[in-house]
């Protein structure tokens, strides 16, 4: 039998014996995995197209993420309550099916606004379609899978949407067949086919089921999405409104530049979003103090975490992007250093906000978000017609510290108002 040292073994049993590290582990690594693979595709992207063609295929997914505002908070609704009656059979298929209904009423939605939208500006690629379904059906189904607390495949999940991503992209550069378009139909699709592979092969071992919705509990779904929604709307232009603005303000070369410094620096939110998955729906299940520890414990593992990826981008920053990119690129090096801080601070904001929406809370993390928005478009507009992309990234870096401040006064004071209600 080999043997390891103490220390080694001691951090095997943690992790044998602690379910939210064990689980965070998990979906970190394919999320890791998922994230290596997404680089290498913008990078072959980036690559095989022209900066300005370039700056088309990130402001195309921009604006799908943007439009996808509706849908994306869903699957919080689907974790939060598949994951509450986790025990409970009827009461799961009853949310399943209205979580459903309330889904397809705001995909119709979605869809007549983005045609309508499409139809009156041209800064997208036709092909936004094709990431807008592909990113409905990730989020919707990640939501499912975060509820019923199948962690390990939402891991497989992740990982071979990217890697069919990265060997068609491949494919395709070979025979030089890649472009703006053929780019973003890869995208999107792959969310969707890989889904529907992964349903196909377990469908006779499937242990749910669904029951006719009903009107009491499609209204129930719908009160607890609603200020959801209003925070993932403001979450996206947090996070896409900087890629829109400068190509409005400045040019699709700007954009280049600062994509493929966010294309770095959004590594970050990848361990964000791995410790969310995990403490939203245990979050659910315990009562405030205890979800307030796996919240703590879960901060601390992010913040650390982005401490050392920041260190490493700031040492390794202008290798990484003269080699992986080209140095037609160099003007990104100073953006990812100022960027990747703004992004540890909104990580951090993003694993927080686990603990409010599962305690229905998510109207206090939209104000904040709100917050945190104003100040930033009011940066925006102030650096980025004098600095471009760089001055997008020292806009979103002074207003996400900004949110961060206010998302710990305002935890406090939520922590306050749950104890005088035990009281």
């Given at each position: 039998m080999q043997k390891y040292s103490p220390t080694v073994n001691r951090v095997l049993a943690i992790f044998s014996s602690d379910t939210f590290?064990?689980?965070?582990?998990?979906?970190?690594?394919?999320?890791?995995?998922?994230?290596?693979?997404?680089?290498?595709?913008?990078?072959?992207?980036?690559?095989?197209?022209d900066t300005a063609e370039y700056g088309v295929v990130r402001t195309s997914i921009s604006w799908a993420m943007v439009a996808t505002t509706l849908l994306a908070p869903l699957a919080h609704m689907f974790t939060t309550y598949l994951a509450k009656y986790a025990h409970d059979s009827r009461a799961r298929a009853l949310y399943l099916s209205n979580g459903l209904a309330v889904s397809g009423l705001f995909l119709a939605i979605t869809v007549i606004i983005n045609g309508v939208l499409s139809v009156l500006t041209d800064i997208t690629s036709s092909a936004v379609w094709f990431v807008l379904?592909?990113?409905?059906?990730?989020?919707?189904?990640?939501?499912?899978?975060?509820?019923?607390?199948?962690?390990?495949?939402?891991?497989?999940?992740?990982?071979?949407?990217?890697?069919?991503?990265?060997?068609?992209?491949?494919?395709?550069?070979?025979?030089?067949?890649?472009?703006?378009?053929?780019?973003?139909?890869?995208?999107?699709?792959?969310?969707?086919?890989?889904?529907?592979?992964?349903?196909?092969?377990?469908?006779?071992?499937?242990?749910?089921?669904?029951?006719?919705?009903?009107?009491?509990?499609?209204?129930?779904?719908?009160?607890?999405?609603?200020?959801?929604?209003?925070?993932y709307a403001i979450h996206t232009l947090l996070l896409n409104g900087d890629i829109l603005i400068l190509r409005i303000v400045s040019n699709e070369t700007q954009v280049g530049y600062y994509g493929v410094a966010n294309s770095l620096a959004a590594t970050l939110l990848f361990i964000a979003n791995s410790a969310f998955s995990v403490i939203l729906p245990t979050s659910s299940r315990l009562s405030g103090d205890e979800g307030l520890r796996q919240m703590r414990r879960g901060?601390?593992?992010?913040?650390?975490?982005?401490?050392?990826?920041?260190?490493?981008?700031?040492?390794?920053?202008?290798?990484?992007?003269?080699?992986?990119?080209?140095?037609?690129?160099?003007?990104?090096?100073?953006?990812?250093?100022?960027?990747?801080?703004?992004?540890?601070?909104?990580?951090?904001?993003?694993?927080?906000?686990?603990?409010?929406?599962?305690?229905?809370?998510?109207?206090?993390?939209?104000?904040?978000?709100?917050?945190?928005?104003?100040?930033?478009?009011?940066?925006?507009?102030?650096?980025?017609?004098?600095?471009?992309?760089?001055?997008?990234?020292?806009?979103?870096?002074?207003?996400?510290f900004l949110g961060f401040v206010l998302m710990l006064i305002s935890l406090g004071r939520i922590r306050q108002s749950m104890n005088c209600q035990g009281a």
């Amino acid at each position: 039998m080999q043997k390891y040292s103490p220390t080694v073994n001691r951090v095997l049993a943690i992790f044998s014996s602690d379910t939210f590290l064990r689980d965070s582990g998990v979906v970190t690594l394919g999320a890791g995995i998922s994230k290596a693979l997404t680089l290498l595709f913008f990078i072959a992207a980036a690559r095989s197209l022209d900066t300005a063609e370039y700056g088309v295929v990130r402001t195309s997914i921009s604006w799908a993420m943007v439009a996808t505002t509706l849908l994306a908070p869903l699957a919080h609704m689907f974790t939060t309550y598949l994951a509450k009656y986790a025990h409970d059979s009827r009461a799961r298929a009853l949310y399943l099916s209205n979580g459903l209904a309330v889904s397809g009423l705001f995909l119709a939605i979605t869809v007549i606004i983005n045609g309508v939208l499409s139809v009156l500006t041209d800064i997208t690629s036709s092909a936004v379609w094709f990431v807008l379904f592909g990113l409905a059906v990730f989020h919707l189904y990640t939501g499912f899978l975060r509820g019923n607390f199948r962690f390990l495949r939402l891991a497989v999940y992740q990982i071979l949407q990217s890697v069919l991503q990265i060997v068609t992209l491949v494919l395709l550069i070979a025979f030089n067949k890649a472009s703006v378009y053929s780019v973003l139909v890869i995208y999107g699709s792959a969310w969707i086919i890989t889904a529907l592979v992964l349903e196909g092969l377990s469908y006779g071992r499937r242990k749910w089921s669904i029951a006719p919705p009903s009107r009491d509990m499609f209204k129930e779904l719908l009160s607890f999405s609603v200020p959801l929604i209003a925070s993932y709307a403001i979450h996206t232009l947090l996070l896409n409104g900087d890629i829109l603005i400068l190509r409005i303000v400045s040019n699709e070369t700007q954009v280049g530049y600062y994509g493929v410094a966010n294309s770095l620096a959004a590594t970050l939110l990848f361990i964000a979003n791995s410790a969310f998955s995990v403490i939203l729906p245990t979050s659910s299940r315990l009562s405030g103090d205890e979800g307030l520890r796996q919240m703590r414990r879960g901060a601390i593992f992010v913040g650390g975490a982005c401490l050392v990826t920041i260190l490493g981008f700031w040492v390794a920053g202008d290798w990484i992007i003269k080699t992986l990119f080209s140095p037609r690129y160099l003007p990104s090096i100073q953006v990812l250093k100022v960027l990747v801080v703004g992004m540890g601070f909104y990580s951090l904001m993003n694993v927080m906000s686990g603990y409010w929406i599962a305690h229905n809370r998510g109207h206090a993390y939209a104000l904040v978000l709100a917050c945190t928005l104003v100040s930033a478009l009011a940066l925006y507009i102030l650096f980025i017609p004098a600095y471009g992309a760089l001055g997008a990234a020292i806009s979103f870096t002074g207003a996400t510290f900004l949110g961060f401040v206010l998302m710990l006064i305002s935890l406090g004071r939520i922590r306050q108002s749950m104890n005088c209600q035990g009281a």
